[in-house]
């Protein structure tokens, strides 16, 4: 029953969140991309107003550590992570850098979120199609010409059983093409928030992020493409397990958990 109710209370406060959202970012989207091509200025709004979503809820909080702290104007980087549940998305958002996000077309289509992610100048891409996914990869292309980081969940999917799944190539030919450096993201705990199809909320969630060293890709080739793509999920796993291991047990209480989110070098 406190499942149920908590749930009703964040797809409340979800609905809500999106409503306003939606016209700021409408209105910040018409003053600003006339001169900011790369949509910087609206997509880091939309990114602050996902992070809302955690903020406003005494039962979530959110703590990243650094192994690797992005210079400023340092960059672009193929941003890739490990993908547990929708709550990876306000989670990661609360990273200090705006990069462009490769998410499945039909969450374009849905009232309100599909509407912000266009303006922000997300990259749709239709499952299974090649030439989506070649338009994805050239507007992927577009954006690290212009400095503007691009983010990517290799597995393609979130995880139902909370194991990572085989990464996919698209993120790391991508990297060999272009010669930009990949940055990997382990993240762990979201997977407590919301089961994959399923509506109900956990009363507690505490998402750990890890933002680990680049990896240069200079001076590879295509034949090196599955010694990177399986080194990095290696890397993202070490360090996924790393974060569970220091995450505390959730047991039901009525205690509420904190929204933080300490940079820890």
């Known amino acids: 029953m406190k499942a149920r109710l908590v749930s009703l209370w964040n797809w409340a406060e979800i609905i809500v969140i999106v409503v306003i959202s939606t016209f700021l970012v409408a209105l910040i989207y018409a003053l600003t991309v006339p001169f900011d091509r790369v949509r910087r200025v609206v997509g880091r709004?939309?990114?602050?107003?996902g992070t809302m979503?955690?903020?406003?809820?005494?039962?979530?909080?959110?703590?990243?550590?650094?192994?690797f702290r992005p210079p400023k104007g340092s960059g672009p980087y193929i941003v890739v992570a490990n993908h547990q549940s929708i709550a990876d998305?306000?989670?990661?958002?609360?990273?200090?850098?705006?990069?462009?996000?490769?998410?499945?077309?039909?969450n374009f289509k849905v009232p309100g979120l599909g509407w912000m992610?266009?303006?922000?100048?997300d990259i749709p891409l239709r499952r299974g199609e090649r030439e989506s996914a070649q338009s994805a990869m050239a507007a992927c292309r577009w954006y690290l010409e212009r400095g503007m980081s691009v983010m990517i969940f290799?597995?393609?999917?979130r995880s139902h059983d909370g194991e990572i799944k085989p990464f996919k190539d698209g993120a790391f030919r991508l990297a060999l093409e272009t010669g930009y450096p990949i940055?990997?993201?382990?993240?762990?705990?979201?997977?407590h928030s919301i089961p994959k199809n399923s509506w109900i909320f956990s009363t507690k969630?505490?998402?750990r992020i890890?933002?680990?060293?680049?990896?240069?890709?200079?001076?590879?080739?295509?034949?090196?493409?599955?010694?990177?793509?399986?080194?990095?999920?290696?890397?993202?796993?070490?360090?996924?397990?790393?974060?569970g291991k220091s995450m505390p047990v959730l047991q039901p209480s009525s205690e509420t958990v904190p929204s933080e989110v300490p940079a820890e070098a």
């Open 45 to 49: 709004f939309f990114r602050i107003c």
């Open 53 to 67: 979503l955690i903020h406003l809820n005494p039962l979530w909080s959110t703590r990243i550590t650094y192994s």
């Open 89 to 106: 998305i306000p989670a990661l958002s609360f990273l200090p850098w705006e990069m462009k996000w490769l998410s499945k077309e039909a």
């Open 117 to 121: 992610m266009r303006m922000a100048g």
């Open 154 to 157: 290799p597995e393609g999917t």
């Open 183 to 191: 940055l990997p993201i382990a993240v762990a705990g979201s997977r």
């Open 205 to 207: 969630c505490q998402v």
């Open 210 to 243: 890890e933002v680990l060293p680049p990896v240069e890709v200079k001076g590879m080739s295509k034949d090196d493409l599955p010694e990177l793509r399986d080194g990095i999920r290696r890397d993202i796993s070490q360090a996924f397990e790393r974060l």
